[in-house]
């Protein structure tokens, strides 16, 4: 047990250091003193194995200081168990709506990555996520070799392209309206045709549905100048979207409320696949 608990804290303690906070560097020292039994017999020739019930049962009836490694092994292995990080995530990411929304932006994402690879398009980075000022976040070549620009956080996208967005020019009389917009995901082959997702993390289905419908609609007019053919969703939390919805106010534009696993279906229809 002994040197399966100091072989799993090996990489958090390489990850802590990198930190680099104040406050963990006394944990640190410890836990790297700790380390240091890993090249002393016996624990160098023993084989780790993840400790069972009974094992951490009689480690902690040994006392003092062995018993102190039981809640540490216990926390490894809760560690790795898909449950424990969900209720994790729901304890610490949960109360936060702009870390929730900024993970749902990103799941999207993977399910748009995703998408991509199932319909055999090749996928290439061009910069770190974040910052659409350095143009589309990748380049995407679809299965008949033609080239697709995908963008996260899209309001670069007028400057990249050359061409005038209309909300700037409507509201330059409203000091403090902002800059351009932009929709949350778009994958756009210029001049040809479009796919936008607004993604909304809300459990109240007005933010969602009539929120978004009315982003997702104004999105799809500005998009009209960038490619002549455009399709605009919302995409909400399973359970508060519970089937997708399409429309089509003109011949030219689709609007949509999808679920995040209706994406990739969106993807091989944008792609022609």
């Known amino acids: 047990m002994t040197r399966w608990t100091l072989d799993q804290l090996v990489p958090l303690v390489r990850d802590a250091e990198k930190l680099g906070d104040p406050h963990h560097r006394q944990a640190v020292r410890r836990a790297k003193a700790a380390l240091t ?4 017999e016996p624990l160098s020739d023993v084989t780790p194995a993840s400790p069972t019930p009974p094992d951490l049962a009689a480690v902690a009836a040994e006392g003092h200081p062995w018993r102190l490694l039981v809640p540490v092994a216990r926390a490894l292995q809760a560690a790795g168990d898909p449950e424990e990080l969900a209720r994790l995530a729901r304890e610490v990411v949960g109360p936060s709506p702009e870390l929730t929304g900024r993970l749902f932006h990103l799941a999207v994402l993977g ?3 995703h998408g991509l690879r199932t319909a055999g398009a090749h996928v290439v980075s061009r910069h770190p996520l974040g910052d659409s000022s350095r143009g589309p976040a990748y ?3 679809d299965h008949e070799d033609r080239e697709w620009d995908l963008w996260f956080e899209a309001a670069g996208a ?3 392209y050359d ?3 209309l909300y700037p020019k409507v509201a330059h009389g409203v000091p403090g309206a902002g800059g351009a917009l932009g929709t949350d995901l778009m994958l756009i082959r210029p001049g040809e045709s479009a796919l936008l997702l607004e993604c909304k993390h ?8 009539r929120g978004g419908y009315l982003q997702a609609l104004a999105y799809a007019v500005e998009a009209l100048d960038l490619a002549p053919a455009v399709t605009s969703v919302v995409v909400g939390p399973e359970g508060v979207v519970v089937e997708p919805g399409y429309g089509n106010p003109d011949p030219s534009t689709r609007i949509g409320i999808v679920r995040p696993y209706d994406v990739p279906i969106l993807i091989e229809h944008a792609l022609g696949t």
Request: avoid cysteine; aromatic fraction near 12%.
């Open 37 to 40: 039994l890993l090249d002393v």
């Open 111 to 113: 399910e748009v990555l």
């Open 139 to 141: 380049l995407v070549t």
């Open 158 to 160: 007028w400057g990249y």
């Open 163 to 165: 061409v005038e967005e």
């Open 202 to 209: 809300s459990f109240r289905p007005a933010v969602v549905a």
